[in-house]
């Protein structure tokens, strides 16, 4: 085949002995791969595809939130059981989050990926036929948890491809996404629901989803140059199977909590049981000799507390996001259409803002870049705090905004902290570590804000009751800003001197 050297491809002749023949549909991708990878701007055609693929995971854990009687009346069952068509795919995302960012680790990050994008088309097919409140849920519930292996593989194979010192910028553009996708699922959620109906959004997540597993295919990396002599080690079944239990344990009884009640049997075993086996899961990985997390790197700072961050200002941002909805129509009397269309604020500040954080923090530093972060997050908190009926829309939407500005500050920076604080090896597991404790933050600021809300409206009033609810995520808040008085910025300076670009060579194969 002229010069191409890297493939010996032989067309059979009739009659001619068969040398090796290389189907079409391989060769085809072969030759896009070798001219992609030799692009000078290959880093950024692996972030554009890893982010493809995660906006098509991402955003419709959430998509549902703005809908939920609409639906419940389609599947002829109630509101309540449906809450957790939101909250399931949350825990999922989280829990599963460690067990497959090892196993990208250990078998490869763009298998990983690529697995879970196989199985997000067929759980979107399956979710879209979906006959009742319970086949919806776990679908849904299923779906988000093979999707959970997007977010540590699509954070690994950014930073396998981007030199140090460009992490932060990239990531200013994946926390776009991971963040992002969920709230303007709602945006759109809402009108898509009302106008047409639910089921459609899962119809057309096919098709996006199928696009991305093909450039995924592809474009992405089979194995970091970094990794050539990976030793592969058995997964942790041990502390996956206690860190999994234990972790939904605690979720379990935070979100059932205000159903069932804080002293019911139930939540009280959920809230016991958690401790005692995040304590055995600890146990166990001091003794493995291939832990699922290693401990040590709790005990570094840039692991540590960039992560500490990231749970206190998502359990105020993703706190707020459900209350917004539920307080724009208790309080406000709005309809869907009009909150989702309010609703764009948010995810619009933080995609305006979220890439250029992650630029700017290379002058800033990370430790300003989280700190600044999270005044902005505390600031939206006390605004809606301060918001009632018959504000204006435009202190609404500035509410929202400045949350959207706080996190898309934050984010890039604390994300890309974590991941120069680990080895290259580490890179999947570290991902999901920063994915399992957002996730954990998630749900308990939703499941603690709702249960604030719940309990003060019948004596200060509904407006009341949802300011109470804001002002607790606020408080939550203040705590990340003080995690991040201790982040240490990079020294950037240094790293222009001395760290070299390794320019990316991958293996053709996933």
């Known amino acids: 085949m002229g010069d191409d050297r890297d493939t010996d491809v032989a067309i059979e002749a009739p009659g001619a002995e068969e040398i090796a023949v290389l189907p079409w549909p391989a060769l085809f991708r072969h030759r896009v791969q070798r001219r992609v990878e030799s692009s000078d701007r290959y880093e950024w055609w692996v972030l554009w595809t890893v982010l493809a693929g995660l906006f098509s995971v991402g955003f419709t854990i959430t998509i549902l939130a703005v809908s939920l009687p609409r639906i419940a009346t389609d ?305 939206s908190m006390v605004a809606w705090a301060h918001v009632d009926p018959g504000a204006s829309n435009w202190a609404v939407m500035g509410a929202l905004a400045l949350a959207g500005v706080g996190l898309g500050v934050s984010s890039p920076s604390m994300a890309a902290s974590v991941a120069n604080a680990v080895e290259e090896e580490n890179l999947g597991i570290a991902g999901a570590a920063q994915q399992l404790l957002t996730q954990v933050g998630i749900v308990a600021g939703i499941q603690l804000a709702e249960t604030v809300q719940a309990a003060r409206q019948n004596s200060v009033g509904v407006a009341a009751s949802f300011h109470d609810a804001y002002l607790l995520a606020g408080a939550a808040c203040v705590l990340g800003l003080l995690c991040a008085l201790f982040v240490k910025s990079a020294q950037r300076g240094e790293r222009r001197q001395t760290g070299e670009r390794s320019e990316p060579s991958f293996v053709g194969t996933m």
């Open 75 to 379: 599947l002829h069952s109630d509101t309540t059981t449906l809450t957790w068509v939101i909250t399931g795919p949350l825990l999922a995302f989280g829990v599963v989050g460690p067990l497959l960012g090892k196993a990208g680790d250990i078998w490869g990050q763009k298998r990983m990926f690529m697995l879970a994008l196989t199985l997000t088309l067929v759980f979107a097919g399956l979710t879209a036929a979906a006959w009742n409140a319970s086949s919806l849920i776990l679908f849904r519930v299923l779906g988000a948890g093979e999707g959970a292996a997007t977010g540590p593989a699509s954070m690994a194979m950014i930073m396998m491809v981007f030199r140090r010192e460009d992490r932060v910028k990239a990531m200013g553009f994946w926390s776009l996404v991971g963040a992002g996708a969920p709230v303007l699922g709602v945006v759109a959620g809402g009108p898509i629901v009302e106008h047409v109906s639910w089921r459609v959004i899962y119809i057309a997540q096919i098709p996006f989803t199928a696009l991305a597993l093909l450039a995924a295919a592809v474009i992405l990396p089979g194995r970091d140059k970094a990794q050539p002599n990976r030793i592969r080690v058995p997964l942790d079944i041990p502390g996956v199977t206690t860190l999994g239990v234990g972790t939904t344990s605690l979720l379990f009884a935070l979100n059932r909590g205000p159903e069932w009640g804080w002293t019911s049997v139930g939540v009280v075993a959920a809230f016991v049981l958690s401790p005692v086996l995040l304590i055995v899961f600890f146990v166990i990985e001091r003794r493995s000799r291939a832990p699922l997390i290693p401990l040590g790197y709790f005990r570094r700072r840039n692991f540590a507390f960039p992560i500490g961050v990231q749970f206190f200002s998502n359990f105020a941002y993703m706190g707020s996001f459900i209350l917004t909805p539920l307080f724009l129509k208790q309080a406000f009397h709005y309809g869907e259409t009009k909150i989702g269309l309010l609703s764009i604020a948010r995810p619009l500040s933080f995609s305006l803002m979220s890439p250029l954080a992650g630029y700017l923090a290379v002058r800033w530093g990370e430790r300003l870049a989280g700190i600044l972060g999270c005044a902005f997050v505390i600031l």
